[in-house]
């Protein structure tokens, strides 16, 4: 089964450079193991463009935006047997957060793909 898991943070600015080669370590590990599919960082919000729909009309607006209380800073795709292996993936990439960027705090949600 296939997982995206994203992370949301209010944290403004670069991680720590530690935090960055622990993630980097664990992706490597996860390639290797044929769990990681794809992976990436999001380029901040000022840089984002956002297409809406609302009453019928749609709307082109270029960031920068208003401060946001969380953004998306990265995704990754995985393949995993269940969702309990999933979670705990998850679990060991916010225990890097912690880990390595005290005072960092977000959320990484774990979502399942829809089967094809």
Same mark, same amino acid.
């Given at each position: 089964?296939?997982?995206?898991?994203?992370?949301?943070?209010?944290?403004?600015g670069?991680?720590?450079q530690?935090?960055?080669?622990?993630?980097?370590?664990?992706?490597?590990?996860?390639?290797?193991?044929?769990r990681?599919?794809?992976?990436n960082?999001?380029?901040?919000?000022?840089?984002?463009?956002?297409v809406?729909?609302?009453?019928?009309?749609?709307?082109?607006i270029?960031g920068?935006?208003?401060?946001?209380?969380?953004?998306? *800073?990265g995704?990754?795709?995985?393949?995993?047997?269940?969702?309990?292996?999933?979670?705990?993936?998850?679990?060991?990439?916010?225990?890097?957060h912690?880990?390595?960027?005290? *005072?960092w705090?977000?959320?990484?949600?774990v979502?399942q793909?829809?089967?094809?």
């Amino acid at each position: 089964m296939r997982y995206m898991m994203f992370v949301t943070s209010s944290t403004q600015g670069p991680p720590p450079q530690a935090l960055m080669e622990a993630i980097g370590q664990l992706a490597e590990r996860e390639f290797k193991a044929g769990r990681l599919i794809e992976t990436n960082g999001l380029m901040p919000i000022q840089m984002a463009t956002q297409v809406s729909l609302e009453k019928g009309e749609l709307h082109v607006i270029d960031g920068p935006f208003t401060e946001s209380k969380e953004v998306i *800073g990265g995704y990754a795709v995985f393949e995993f047997k269940s969702n309990e292996e999933a979670v705990a993936s998850a679990v060991e990439f916010m225990e890097l957060h912690r880990q390595f960027a005290p *005072g960092w705090e977000g959320r990484c949600e774990v979502r399942q793909i829809a089967a094809e």
